[in-house]
T-cell receptor, first 119, second 111 residues
Framework: GAVVSQHPSWVICKSGTSVKIECRSLDFQATTMFWYRQFPKQSLMLMATSNEGSKATYEQGVEKDKFLINHASLTLSTLTVTSAHPEDSSFYIC???????????????FGAGSRLTVL | DAKTTQPPSMDCAEGRAANLPCNHSTISGNEYVYWYRQIHSQGPQYIIHGLKNNETNEMASLIITEDRKSSTLILPHATLRDTAVYYCIVRGYNQGGKLIFGQGTELSVKP
């Protein structure tokens, strides 16, 4: 089945530094990927939609200059948390949609998530 | 806002069927019902989806009422590894593929 890989699975960084998280579709091509964040005991919150070769679409309230998204190829999207602060500490999860799926009910495959801790 | 309503938590005895309800009274004709689950500290895992008809796969069964305003996910023989948060999500084919998660149901399978 479809597999989405995220790296790193966890990262600790100092306040003020930037952190990059990678999301790869391993056995399929994904024209669209989605980035979510999740705080403890809460549900997933959609941050942005990443489309290959174009600018990401951010959900309301998500700072695009803070969370830089690049989707340079059909198998890779990256999320960079710039100038990270402790309040950015969270579980970041990506998902991808197989472009080969022709039905209207495209199933998203999720990565295992990346836990960011900002000191 | 999420378009679904689920009980916040449920318990189930190991080996018994787990029936997880979901209300989606405002569902429109082109919207599918999806079920995902999230085991602690992992990414969500796809379980099943359906439009009108009942569906079954190796993981679960999905029963959708005739008026499509509610559905039930059935895990036929729950195991301890089925302990997770289960999310029922409604999405149309013209909504860009994104999934909007509600609060889900925390299922605890007990020995």
């Amino acid at each position: 089945g479809a597999v989405v890989s995220q790296h790193p699975s966890w990262v600790i960084c100092k306040s003020g530094t930037s952190v990059k998280i990678e999301c790869r579709s391993l056995d399929f091509q994904a024209t669209t990927m989605f980035w979510y964040r999740q705080f403890p005991k809460q549900s997933l919150m959609l941050m942005a939609t990443s489309n290959e070769g174009s600018k990401a679409t951010y959900e309301q309230g998500v700072e695009k200059d803070k969370f830089l998204i690049n989707h340079a190829s059909l198998t890779l999207s990256t999320l960079t948390v710039t100038s990270a602060h402790p309040e950015d500490s969270s579980f970041y999860i990506c998902s991808a949609m197989d472009r080969a799926t022709s039905s209207g009910a495209n199933v998203l495959t999720f990565g295992a998530g990346s836990r960011l801790t900002v000191l | 806002d999420a378009k679904t309503t689920q009980p916040p938590s449920m318990d189930c005895a190991e080996g018994r069927a787990a029936n997880l309800p979901c209300n989606h009274s405002t569902i429109s004709g082109n919207e599918y019902v999806y079920w995902y689950r999230q085991i602690h500290s992992q990414g969500p895992q796809y379980i099943i989806h359906g439009l009108k008809n009942n569906e079954t796969n190796e993981m679960a069964s999905l029963i959708i009422t005739e008026d499509r305003k509610s559905s039930t996910l059935i895990l036929p023989h729950a195991t301890l590894r089925d302990t997770a948060v289960y999310y029922c999500i409604v999405r149309g084919y013209n909504q860009g593929g994104k999934l909007i998660f509600g609060q889900g149901t925390e299922l605890s399978v007990k020995p």
